[in-house]
């Protein structure tokens, strides 16, 4: 089930006594886009730190027989992307506070043959919102009802006054906004209808896609039309690769604010190392390395 290949790193210098860690993974599908096994891979560089972490493609009905796989004491934990992030909260022995209220874990820890799960998503979200955006927002739209955009949701509860979801169908929509109902503002959950969208788009004074349309290698893809977004409405693409999404791209010339997602997913692996390792890198490093990593993949 191994997707992206062995990512173990070796010495690169013999003389250099770096500190060996357990080994590492992500789970889900896809995972062949993910640069995490690169990310964690320049710890070495960092921190001395050679971490072995694999990206691990695992369909729905192989979840439950991989989780177990996963617990055995020379796993230090993982990551669980697209589409388990709700799926694996049963299959663990703990969840976070944070993720149970959430609905969804993105990280685990094996602590003593105990999975404990994580939300650092829902960190990495409100970091890169607040640094890079501001934290005071009226009205809000998110495209997308899976475990990043219930992440994204549950931290904006206490910080704006609406939120409008939207999926493909509305279930997801309409389920996402009734389990967070009550909590907080206004939420309500379509399908995907343009009319309904312009509307929402026309009072957003934040657009965050939580979906993974435009995510290489479907570039040109973009999860509203460009005129339905106003100006200045602060447009947060969750999408990493690539770095500026069609979506930031018009953005940008309608002259509307961006966060992209690259932000979102260095806060989060500072959290995860945090959890890891017990240490946090710098922010603007991982950044720095996380661009070069992009950058080599598309050559």
């Not at 009734?178 to 312009?198: A, M, N, Q, T, W």
């Not at 896609?209 to 005129?227: F, Y």
């Not at 946090?280 to 992009?294: G, H, K, Q």
Request: hydrophobic fraction near 40%.
């Amino acid at each position: 089930m191994v997707d992206d290949g062995n990512f173990t790193i070796e010495k690169s210098n013999m003389m250099h006594q770096a500190k060996v860690s357990k080994k590492y993974y992500i789970i889900g599908n896809p995972v062949k886009h993910s640069i995490s096994p690169y990310l964690y891979r320049s710890l070495e560089k960092l921190k001395g730190l050679v971490v072995s972490y694999e990206a691990l493609t695992v369909k729905e009905s192989e979840l439950r027989d991989v989780v177990i796989s996963l617990k055995n004491p020379e796993v230090g934990g993982f990551n669980i992307t697209i589409p388990h992030k709700t799926k694996v909260l049963p299959l663990l022995d703990e969840v976070d506070d944070l993720a149970r209220n959430i609905g969804a874990v993105n990280t685990v820890v094996n602590m003593e043959d105990q999975l404990k799960g994580y939300n650092t998503d829902a960190i990495g979200f409100s970091s890169a919102l607040r640094d890079y955006a501001g934290s005071s927002f009226g009205r809000v739209v998110v495209l997308g009802a899976g475990g990043a955009a219930r992440a994204a949701t549950y931290q904006l509860l206490n910080i704006v006054d609406k939120i409008t979801l939207f999926s493909t169908n509305g279930v997801s929509a309409i389920k996402l906004a009734k389990d967070f109902e009550g909590i907080g503002p206004i939420l309500r959950g379509y399908r995907i209808d343009h009319h309904i969208l312009e509307e929402c788009l026309s009072e957003a004074n934040l657009l965050v896609n939580a979906s993974p349309i435009g995510m290489s290698p479907k570039t040109e893809d973009i999860p509203v039309p460009a005129n339905m977004i106003k100006k200045n409405t602060v447009v947060f693409d969750m999408v990493y690769n690539p770095i500026e999404t069609r979506l930031l791209k018009e953005a940008k010339k309608i002259g509307c604010p961006t966060v992209d997602g690259l932000w979102m997913l260095v806060y989060q692996a500072l959290e995860n190392c945090r959890l890891w390792f017990s240490f946090t890198p710098d922010v603007n490093s991982l950044r720095s390395i996380a661009e070069s990593i992009l950058r080599r993949n598309q050559q």
